[in-house]
Protein backbone atom coordinates (compact mmCIF):
# COMPACT_ATOMS: atom_id res chain seq x y z
CA UNK A 1 0.00 0.00 0.00
CA UNK A 2 1.73 3.24 -0.68
CA UNK A 3 1.78 6.01 1.56
CA UNK A 4 3.55 9.33 2.21
CA UNK A 5 4.66 10.79 5.66
CA UNK A 6 5.67 14.47 6.38
CA UNK A 7 7.70 15.79 9.56
CA UNK A 8 9.43 18.59 10.17
CA UNK A 9 6.35 21.48 10.92
CA UNK A 10 6.53 23.24 14.21
CA UNK A 11 6.10 26.94 15.62
CA UNK A 12 8.63 28.88 13.80
CA UNK A 13 9.38 33.14 14.16
CA UNK A 14 9.12 34.75 11.18
CA UNK A 15 12.40 34.73 9.11
CA UNK A 16 13.23 31.52 11.01
CA UNK A 17 13.43 28.41 8.90
CA UNK A 18 12.18 24.90 8.93
CA UNK A 19 12.55 21.85 7.04
CA UNK A 20 10.25 19.77 5.95
CA UNK A 21 10.42 15.66 5.04
CA UNK A 22 8.51 13.70 3.33
CA UNK A 23 8.97 9.88 3.35
CA UNK A 24 7.59 7.36 0.87
CA UNK A 25 6.62 3.35 1.31
CA UNK A 26 5.16 0.94 -0.88
CA UNK A 27 6.02 3.13 -3.85
CA UNK A 28 9.26 4.54 -5.55
CA UNK A 29 8.96 8.36 -5.86
CA UNK A 30 11.79 8.44 -8.73
CA UNK A 31 8.77 7.17 -11.05
CA UNK A 32 7.13 10.22 -9.76
CA UNK A 33 6.26 14.23 -9.81
CA UNK A 34 7.00 14.79 -6.86
CA UNK A 35 4.97 17.89 -5.41
CA UNK A 36 4.53 19.92 -1.66
CA UNK A 37 1.55 21.42 -1.34
CA UNK A 38 -0.19 23.55 1.37
CA UNK A 39 -3.70 24.62 2.60
CA UNK A 40 -4.94 27.01 5.36
CA UNK A 41 -8.19 26.76 6.90
CA UNK A 42 -10.76 27.50 4.78
CA UNK A 43 -9.01 27.89 1.54
CA UNK A 44 -8.23 25.09 -0.79
CA UNK A 45 -4.66 23.99 -1.42
CA UNK A 46 -1.77 25.47 -3.14
CA UNK A 47 0.90 24.09 -5.00
CA UNK A 48 4.13 25.15 -3.23
CA UNK A 49 6.90 22.94 -5.61
CA UNK A 50 7.79 20.08 -7.72
CA UNK A 51 10.39 17.95 -8.74
CA UNK A 52 10.26 15.49 -11.83
CA UNK A 53 10.74 11.77 -12.22
CA UNK A 54 14.03 12.48 -13.98
CA UNK A 55 15.38 15.12 -11.95
CA UNK A 56 15.21 18.04 -13.71
CA UNK A 57 14.36 21.71 -12.83
CA UNK A 58 12.52 22.09 -9.60
CA UNK A 59 9.62 24.21 -10.05
CA UNK A 60 8.00 26.90 -7.55
CA UNK A 61 5.11 29.04 -6.71
CA UNK A 62 6.43 32.76 -7.13
CA UNK A 63 5.15 33.65 -3.22
CA UNK A 64 8.30 30.77 -1.99
CA UNK A 65 10.40 31.59 -4.96
CA UNK A 66 13.90 32.09 -3.51
CA UNK A 67 13.13 30.84 -0.07
CA UNK A 68 12.13 27.49 -0.52
CA UNK A 69 14.30 24.63 -1.99
CA UNK A 70 13.04 21.21 -2.92
CA UNK A 71 15.34 18.14 -3.20
CA UNK A 72 15.06 14.18 -3.88
CA UNK A 73 16.99 11.54 -1.97
CA UNK A 74 16.71 8.59 -4.27
CA UNK A 75 18.23 6.20 -1.81
CA UNK A 76 16.09 7.25 1.19
CA UNK A 77 12.79 7.46 -1.16
CA UNK A 78 12.40 10.74 -0.04
CA UNK A 79 11.84 14.85 -0.51
CA UNK A 80 12.69 17.61 1.45
CA UNK A 81 11.52 21.38 1.54
CA UNK A 82 13.92 23.70 3.23
CA UNK A 83 12.11 26.81 4.15
CA UNK A 84 13.84 29.85 4.63
CA UNK A 85 12.83 33.78 5.81
CA UNK A 86 9.60 32.33 6.61
CA UNK A 87 6.76 34.68 6.66
CA UNK A 88 3.50 34.66 8.61
CA UNK A 89 1.27 34.05 5.00
CA UNK A 90 3.41 30.86 5.12
CA UNK A 91 1.10 29.46 8.08
CA UNK A 92 -0.32 26.25 6.36
CA UNK A 93 -0.47 22.88 6.75
CA UNK A 94 2.07 21.34 4.48
CA UNK A 95 1.63 18.11 2.39
CA UNK A 96 3.56 16.29 0.17
CA UNK A 97 1.72 14.33 -2.90
CA UNK A 98 2.36 12.65 -6.07
CA UNK A 99 1.74 12.89 -9.73
CA UNK A 100 1.72 11.39 -13.01
CA UNK A 101 2.08 14.40 -14.68
CA UNK A 102 2.99 18.37 -13.82
CA UNK A 103 0.50 19.83 -11.75
CA UNK A 104 0.52 23.45 -10.72
CA UNK A 105 -3.01 24.35 -10.45
CA UNK A 106 -4.79 22.36 -7.79
CA UNK A 107 -8.54 22.56 -6.50
CA UNK A 108 -8.10 19.35 -4.48
CA UNK A 109 -5.78 17.13 -2.78
CA UNK A 110 -7.94 14.36 -5.02
CA UNK A 111 -5.92 15.44 -8.27
CA UNK A 112 -2.82 13.58 -6.94
CA UNK A 113 -2.36 10.23 -6.65
CA UNK A 114 -0.97 9.84 -3.81
CA UNK A 115 -0.82 12.36 -0.86
CA UNK A 116 0.21 12.13 3.41
CA UNK A 117 -1.64 13.61 6.12
CA UNK A 118 0.05 16.65 6.28
CA UNK A 119 2.33 18.43 8.64
CA UNK A 120 1.65 21.83 10.27
CA UNK A 121 3.47 25.15 9.73
CA UNK A 122 3.06 27.79 11.89
CA UNK A 123 4.60 31.20 11.23
CA UNK A 124 4.07 33.43 14.19
CA UNK A 125 6.08 35.43 16.89
Known amino acids: QAQLEESGGGLVQPGGSLRLSCAAS????????MNWVRQRPGEGPEWVSDIGPGGGTPRYADSVKGRFTISRDRAENSIYLQMISLKPEDTARYYCAASAVPLTRVTTLNEFTYWGPGTQVTVSS
Open 26 to 33: GFAMKFWH
